[in-house]
């Protein structure tokens, strides 16, 4: 019974070209495994919206359209700008706020000229 023994430098002969194969194609699937679950991430994440942060003093506040105008001072937006107050926030607002400084965010990473953005204001 002479047996041929297969050696290729392994403990069986067999173990280091299956694992060699093993991490070849891991070294390959890996990279693109993280690749997808990295693309999965940002497809799938919640709307996520930068909003900007605006300075300003408040000029006018028209109750019935639920518009304020304000003197915007933040670099980027400097102006006279009109803006869309909440529906949550009408009732708090009124002409006593004329000529006072107020800071809130817009649902825009921009500010442009001649457009009325919401405001979100905090409660």
Not at 32 to 53: M, N, P, R
Not at 70 to 77: H, L, N, T, Y
Request: glycine share 8%; proline share 2%.
């Amino acid at each position: 019974m002479n047996r041929q023994k297969r050696d290729n430098g392994t403990f069986g002969g067999m173990w280091l070209p299956k694992m060699e194969r093993l991490l070849r194609k891991w070294t390959i699937l890996c990279p693109v495994l993280v690749l997808i679950i990295s693309l999965c991430g940002t497809c799938f994440a919640d709307e996520s919206i930068d909003y900007l942060l605006l300075t300003g003093f408040v000029k006018s506040y028209d109750a019935g359209r639920g518009i304020i105008r304000i003197d915007v001072r933040s670099e980027g937006c400097v102006g006279l700008r009109e803006f869309i107050v909440p529906e949550y926030a009408k009732e708090d607002l009124d002409q006593s706020l004329v000529n006072k400084k107020v800071q809130f965010h817009i649902k825009s990473i921009s500010c442009e000229r001649g457009r009325v953005y919401e405001m979100i204001l905090e409660r």
